[in-house]
């Protein structure tokens, strides 16, 4: 089960502070460069140096942005997970047990056998060597 962590150390925080300087800087770039919009760009450049700087001086003035986007994103991702986890049961496994069973394959042995046991005889080894190695 995933855990939030709430309590970041000072690493974490200059981390999730430079990629923060990163992300807001090259999203102000992209405003400014490729849709023209200077005032959103400088907002946004803002917005990197401010939080950015500060977090990577002062890691402890982030924390609560960084518990902040943690508690937000959680709930996303454990949506988005049981989401791709369906859809990989649903569109890989479904097709492929339906195609076996379509084929009639029967690897577990489960068809009912019209004998009166299920046993099935082992036959014993002839190279004592093997005993020895167990896996």
Excluded at 32 to 48: D, E, F
Excluded at 64 to 92: D, E, K, N
């Amino acid at each position: 089960m995933m855990m939030l962590d709430l309590h970041p150390t000072d690493r974490m925080l200059r981390q999730f502070a430079a990629a923060w300087l990163v992300v807001f800087s090259v999203l102000a770039a992209n405003q400014w460069l490729t849709r023209g919009h200077p005032r959103t760009a400088i907002v946004l450049a803002g917005v990197a140096i401010i939080i950015g700087i500060a977090g990577l001086l002062r890691p402890r003035l982030v924390r609560w942005l960084f518990v902040a986007a943690t508690v937000l994103a959680f709930p996303i991702g454990w949506v988005v997970s049981q989401v791709m986890l369906f859809v990989l049961f649903i569109g890989v496994m479904t097709p492929v047990a339906l195609l076996f069973k379509a084929q009639g394959r029967d690897r577990l042995a489960r068809k009912r056998s019209a004998q009166s046991s299920y046993w099935k005889p082992k036959t014993a080894t002839q190279d004592m060597r093997r005993y020895l190695r167990q896996y």
